[in-house]
């Protein structure tokens, strides 16, 4: 779904002269457009969990039922810090599969030097 608003302004002296609201290149009132708006803002952001069966055939379950393997690891740590943060969850995870490389780097170089 696009959505645009074009706002205008008078050439002479720069002051505000009107805006218009689109939604899918249609034109709509502006409470139409902020209706609208406010259903997108009201649909649950929150990072999925992965239901195991469907994330790879290799989970391993934990005595409370749930799966250890690393990508629900990582997915259950990024709706953890979500909830405490609210921050994005996209970048939560980006960040925390960077965080993950540089320990297994740093323990692969730590074995090696053993």
């Known amino acids: 779904m696009k959505f645009s608003i074009n706002t205008y302004f008078d050439d002479q002296d720069g002051s505000f002269v009107a805006e218009n609201y689109f939604i899918n290149g249609e034109q709509v009132s502006e409470e139409e457009y902020d209706a609208v708006i406010k259903e997108f803002d009201s649909v649950d952001d929150e990072v999925e969990t992965c239901e195991c069966d469907e994330c790879c055939a290799d989970c391993e379950y934990n005595e409370t039922g749930e799966c250890d393997c690393p990508e629900c690891t990582i997915l259950k ?20 599969r960077f965080f993950m490389g540089d320990i297994i780097d740093h323990i692969v170089i730590e074995s090696e030097c053993d």
């Open 77 to 96: 740590y990024v709706q953890a810090i979500q909830e405490m943060t609210g921050g994005c969850p996209g970048c939560i995870e980006e960040q925390l």
